[in-house]
């Protein structure tokens, strides 16, 4: 009988690889953000990238993040691919777990509270000790949201195939 081979990649690298494929999606020139949200049976339920909300033309709205106009700066317009990936869901996502490929910001942090969302996996956290994250992990660890940290797999597209 044949054996199965051993080189196969975890469901956390799976996850996180298409949480990676998910933030290739994004137009944002600065950062790309990715997610995924998965069930107890490691079925995706939803996915989700930053982005601006659906029906905003990509041309018509800023990408700029310094600009001393605050409405010329992405951030009052951008929807974080963890709010879209929840938002996006017509299931119950309590008891789920989601993947992203970076770690989620106060704002996402809440709507992953109130989605029931139960366990964090996150690619990095270059925000780490900014008062928003320490925020985020403050309200995480307070309502028993575990989180941790799954060095994200760097997806290599193969076009024109």
């Known amino acids: ?26 137009k944002d020139p600065q950062t790309q953000v990715g ?68 770690f989620p910001c106060h704002q996402c942090t809440k709507v992953i509270i109130q989605a029931g969302i139960r366990h964090v996996y996150f690619g990095s956290n270059k925000y780490d000790g900014t008062p928003d994250n320490i925020a985020a992990k403050k309200m995480l660890t307070d309502v028993n949201i575990t989180f941790s940290q799954k060095p994200p797999i760097k997806v290599k597209l193969i076009k024109n195939l």
Not at 58 to 65: A, G, K, L
Request: glycine share 4%; aromatic share 12%.
């Open 1 to 26: 009988m044949t054996k199965h081979r051993d080189d196969f990649i975890s469901w956390d690298e799976y996850f996180m690889a298409i949480a990676e494929l998910n933030a290739m999606r994004s």
């Open 35 to 102: 997610c995924v949200v998965v069930n107890n049976l490691n079925k995706i339920i939803s996915s989700g990238y930053n982005g601006f909300p659906r029906g905003i033309s990509n041309d018509d709205y800023p990408w700029e993040r310094n600009s001393s106009d605050e409405f010329q700066n992405k951030y009052p317009y951008i929807v974080h691919a963890e709010m879209n990936a929840i938002v996006s869901s017509r299931d119950d996502l309590s008891g789920c777990d989601i993947y992203t490929t970076l």
